[in-house]
């Protein structure tokens, strides 16, 4: 292999146990939730005010916001209260901080990160490129959430992250997201959900409806069907659920980049929202869009899940069909080729895959791009984020895993008309764990889920041992090189 040179940045993002969020802590016994409800009813006013004024003392500093999520878990709780009488601010801001708790996102790890150019190039020295690095965290009980971070890549090459928030905010749930029919029907069918009570309750619903449209119907199905079977009831679960799964979140535009964080929300993601590889992509139109492909992960299954969003503030979340939508490493392309959407999957948790589609929600018949070629990837392969176009072709790095279930990562260059053709493999590994990158979470693994171009400059943010993060960058020129004269 010829000679590619990397450049090792003095940046490593370290996991901080001490940026937190504050999520409910409500027990699953209801005599206990009752209990706890008592002993704060039994105060006087003035007992709740020297309480509540105590835990602001204590806590306010930690955060941007306390009232707000007190009392959002307040009101989970508060059909438990066993009083009529009217409860004061002071009082239920109280019970919602006793059903409260904090939570340390990244208390694990900060990995596998993925890096895209900001939205927003404005007030930039010439030759210089801002990005946006998303970053998987996970603190207690291993729940993955998706953080980030911006920063500069110089036009030296240097690269410096902007400062990181002391404080984490999670967004707020768009209370009436809106759907397409025509996805909520194929995902449906994909489920085994296609029956007569499905056709009832999307029947009367217009082609783009609001969750309150469909909680409507559902319930005029559950009360006009008699008698209610299992059958019914599950199909009627079964559509809440694909609700659920569906949702918009909404960040404030005061909040920094490093303070934004997005949580699980869904039940099938409610153990992790895991490896979210972001791409810029460019329609034929011109139009922008950031997506990412994420697994989400309930703690039994895996499923992978598809984000939008074009300014990093407003996201949407949604369920990807098809027969191909399995396993983990989905990777879109950042454009149509030949018109249709590209995708790059892992089906069989051994080899790499690609597929077309006319659209980027509905995914199927996947064809083995890649298999494992070198002893250092014989295990299986993978990708580590979208390709990048180059004008020798798609630059995919991949992760290959060998002997010991060590990670290294490799590089691919496929055909630009055509990415089936494979053009060019770099037959050792451009990146292998060394010394301390060795020792972490998960040992001997580097991996990455996002790559990005500046200039003639290929920059690579990756994950040492499931631990922490990393970046590299190296000269495009030197790595087309060698791409091409391993094919010799």
């Known amino acids: 292999m010829k000679s590619v040179h990397l450049c090792r940045h003095e940046v490593t993002l370290l996991p901080e146990s001490a940026r937190v969020i504050i999520r409910?802590?409500?027990?699953?016994?209801?005599?206990?939730i009752t209990t706890i409800i008592g002993r704060a009813l039994a105060l006087t006013e003035e007992e709740v005010l020297l309480e509540?004024?105590?835990?602001?003392?204590?806590?306010?500093?930690?955060?941007?916001?306390?009232?707000?999520?007190?009392?959002a878990h307040y009101e989970k709780v508060k059909h438990h209260i066993f009083t009529q009488r009217p409860l004061s601010a002071a009082r239920q801001l109280l019970i919602g901080a006793l059903f409260s708790g904090e939570y340390a996102l990244e208390s694990a790890a900060l990995f596998n990160p993925s890096m895209v150019p900001h939205p927003d190039q404005s007030e930039l020295p010439e030759g210089s490129l801002r990005f946006?690095?998303?970053?998987?965290?996970?603190?207690?009980?291993?729940?993955?959430?998706?953080?980030?971070?911006?920063g500069v890549c110089a036009s030296d090459g240097t690269i410096s992250l902007d400062p990181v928030s002391r404080y984490v905010t999670v967004p707020g749930i768009v209370p009436n997201p809106s759907y397409r029919k025509k996805r909520f029907i194929i995902k449906l069918h994909e489920m085994g959900f296609e029956n007569d009570h499905t056709t009832a309750v999307l029947a009367p619903l217009a082609d783009n409806f609001s969750r309150s449209d469909l909680n409507k119907s559902v319930s005029s199905i559950r009360h006009e069907t008699r008698p209610?079977?299992?059958?019914?009831?599950?199909?009627?679960?079964?559509?809440?659920?694909?609700?659920?799964?569906?949702?918009?979140?909404?960040?404030s535009p005061t909040l920094a980049m490093s303070e934004r964080i997005i949580f699980p929300v869904s039940l099938n993601e409610s153990n992790g929202i895991e490896d979210a590889r972001f791409v810029r992509f460019i329609d034929d139109d011109g139009s922008v869009m950031y997506f990412a492909t994420y697994t989400a992960y309930n703690g039994r299954a895996i499923l992978p899940q598809l984000i939008e969003t074009e300014n990093f503030l407003h996201f949407r979340v949604l369920t990807l069909n098809g027969s191909a939508v399995q396993n983990k490493g989905m990777a879109l392309f950042p454009r149509r080729i030949g018109g249709r959407y590209a995708m790059l999957s892992r089906q069989d948790d051994e080899n790499l895959f690609i597929m077309f589609s006319d659209n980027p929600h509905y995914w199927s018949d996947p064809q083995i791009l890649l298999r494992p070629a070198e002893m250092?990837?014989?295990?299986?392969?993978?990708?580590?984020?979208?390709?990048?176009?180059?004008e020798a072709g798609w630059l995919v790095i991949t992760h290959g895993v060998g002997p010991m279930r060590k990670y290294c990562i490799?590089?691919?260059?496929?055909?630009?008309?055509?990415?089936?053709?494979?053009?060019?493999?770099?037959?050792?590994?451009?990146?292998?764990?060394?010394?301390?990158?060795?020792?972490?979470?998960?040992?001997?693994?580097?991996?990455?889920?996002?790559?990005?171009?500046?200039?003639?400059q290929l920059i690579l943010p990756y994950a040492m041992s499931d631990k922490v993060t990393a970046i590299v960058s190296m000269s495009l020129d030197e790595l087309l090189s060698a791409l091409l004269a391993d094919q010799k």
């Open 24 to 32: 409910p802590f409500i027990p699953s016994e209801v005599h206990r």
């Open 52 to 71: 509540l004024e105590s835990v602001r003392r204590e806590f306010d500093s930690r955060h941007l916001e306390l009232e707000a999520p007190f009392q």
């Open 132 to 150: 946006i690095m998303s970053l998987r965290a996970t603190g207690e009980g291993h729940i993955s959430s998706i953080e980030f971070r911006s």
């Open 228 to 251: 209610a079977t299992q059958d019914l009831s599950r199909t009627l679960d079964c559509i809440q659920w694909l609700a659920d799964s569906n949702y918009e979140l909404l960040f």
């Open 376 to 390: 250092w990837e014989s295990v299986k392969i993978g990708n580590c984020g979208s390709p990048i176009e180059t």
């Open 410 to 456: 490799g590089v691919v260059l496929l055909d630009l008309e055509d990415p089936t053709r494979v053009i060019g493999r770099l037959r050792q590994p451009l990146l292998c764990p060394e010394g301390l990158e060795r020792e972490g979470y998960v040992p001997n693994v580097v991996y990455s889920c996002g790559s990005m171009l500046h200039g003639r």
